[in-house]
């Protein structure tokens, strides 16, 4: 069955301390992949997606993520993390035969001050 | 521009009522989803319309229905609510189908 593991749910670093959140999705053919954020109070929204080409991909706020095609997964990383990246973060595929897209459990981030 | 908007913000219902939940999507945006999100899980794909058209169903009962306007904004209609409708109900707007751009939420408390 098509879906999406965040083996994280919470993840607790001190300011400064390099951040790495797994996302692993099952086989399933061509799929579009998203980090999602949501900090409290406030909707969800995106962080960086990858559709083709460079494997490593570029979001907001400093945030990047890789695509490993032969591990399946979409791990989130950033060198150094702040208080303000205190959040829930959401990854997301959509696989090509599919119009949906499924969503992980989420990964709670608290970040120490 | 405005962003997504979903109205009401809250809703407390009755079990075995019905409910329908509004959202306008981004200007210019043709497609329109709805997740359901339960407390600590991610949100789940109930629906997608596109050009007011079903694109795509998730594994939710026949009590859930929902069309899209031409202007493009959208309902939710949940019939015979059951307490495990208890959830916050998201909607998203998209361009290309795929970058989903969501909505605050409608909080839904069936009693």
């Known amino acids: 069955a098509q879906s999406v593991s965040q083996h994280n749910h919470h993840v607790i670093l001190s300011e400064a301390a390099s951040l790495e959140l797994g996302c692993n999705y099952s086989?399933?053919?061509?799929?579009?992949l998203f980090w999602y954020v949501q900090y409290p109070g406030q909707h969800l929204q995106l962080l960086l997606k990858?559709?083709?080409?460079?494997?490593l991909v570029k979001g907001i706020k400093g945030f990047e993520a890789e695509f490993i095609k032969s591990k399946f997964s979409f791990n989130l990383r950033k060198p150094s993390v702040q208080w303000s990246d205190t959040a829930e973060y959401f990854c997301?595929?959509?696989?090509?035969?599919?119009?949906?897209?499924?969503f992980g459990s989420g990964t709670r981030l608290s970040i120490r001050p | 521009d405005a962003g997504v908007t979903q109205s009401p913000t809250h809703l407390i219902k009755t079990r075995g009522q019905h409910v329908t939940l509004r959202c306008s999507p981004i200007s210019g945006h043709k497609s329109v989803s709805w997740y359901q999100q339960v407390l600590g899980q991610g949100p789940q794909f109930i629906f997608q319309?596109?050009?007011?058209?079903?694109?795509g169903r998730g594994n939710f009962p026949d009590r859930f229905s929902a069309r899209q306007f031409p202007n493009y904004s959208s309902e939710l209609n949940v019939n015979a609510l059951l307490l495990g409708d208890s959830a916050l109900y998201l909607c998203a707007s998209s361009l290309d189908g795929d970058t989903q751009y969501f909505g605050p939420g409608t909080r839904l408390t069936v009693l």
């Open positions: 997301a595929v959509r696989y090509s035969s599919a119009s949906k897209i499924i």
């Open positions: 319309y596109y050009e007011k058209e079903e694109r």
């Open positions: 086989y399933g053919g061509t799929v579009n």
């Open positions: 990858y559709f083709s080409g460079d494997p």
